[in-house]
């Protein structure tokens, strides 16, 4: 199975609203990333969280990792349009290679 | 700055025939990614070099698979005899320093095998 799983598969919300994903990973790990994916592109890196942070921060970016939980979150803030995505965390594991491992994605829909 | 380069952009072929997809890596940068993208299995990896050596082809889905990095600015995947079932969207991302950092990414090859 997946190392990492995104929940929920698909979120629609409107303009200006907050958006948040999360996602889960069950082995240790150095670090967990976030990447976005527009309709039809290649995956865009948003933000790099290191095992030994809790929070990181770019911009309307927010996101939180557990790793007593094992679990991530990205947030969103004042949602636009243009943020219409797919977003994936992928996980750097501990012990193989520093090789990434994509989750299957949450689908993020934002109505104008 | 150029990011990272993937050719043809598109490909349709037919099952049996030899399909190669090719990959510029973003000057610099010394590690190297293949990955295919299927609705079904997202986004997986097939293999990954290092400073022009392959690391991991685990994820390489058989023999018909094969990838290459003869220099530091280019790189094939090469699918032979290609089969519908490697109809697929196939990246190509490269980094810097060390594996677990930040990956950039090609537009992908959208391949379809009839």
């Known amino acids: 199975s997946q190392q990492g799983e995104e929940d929920p598969q698909a979120l629609s919300i409107q303009e200006g609203e907050n958006a948040t994903m999360n996602c889960s990973y069950k082995?240790?790990?150095?670090?967990l990333q976030w990447y976005r994916q527009n309709s039809g592109r290649g995956l865009v890196h948003l933000i790099l969280?290191?095992?030994?942070?809790r929070e990181k921060h770019s911009g309307r970016l927010r996101v939180t990792l557990d790793t007593s939980k094992k679990s991530s979150s990205l947030l969103i803030t004042a949602s636009r349009a243009a943020d219409t995505a797919s977003y994936f965390c992928a996980t750097v594991i501990y012990n193989q290679g520093g090789k990434l491992i994509f989750g299957q994605g949450t689908e993020l829909s934002v109505k104008p | 700055d150029a990011g990272v380069i993937q050719s043809p952009r598109h490909e349709v072929t037919e099952m049996g025939q030899e399909v190669t997809l090719r990959c510029k890596p973003i000057s610099g940068h010394n590690s190297l990614f293949w990955y295919r993208q299927t609705m079904m299995r997202g986004l997986e990896l097939l293999i990954y070099?290092?400073?022009?050596?392959?690391?991991?082809d685990s994820g390489m889905p058989e023999d018909r698979f094969s990838a290459k990095m003869p220099n530091a600015s280019f790189s094939t995947l090469k699918i032979q005899p290609s089969e519908p079932r490697d109809s697929a969207v196939y990246f190509c991302?490269?980094?810097?320093?060390?594996?677990?950092?930040?990956?950039?990414f090609g537009p992908g090859t959208r391949l379809l095998v009839l």
């Open positions: 969280i290191r095992s030994n942070e």
């Open positions: 070099f290092n400073n022009n050596v392959p690391i991991d």
């Open positions: 082995t240790s790990i150095n670090n």
């Open positions: 991302a490269s980094s810097s320093s060390q594996l677990s950092e930040t990956q950039y």
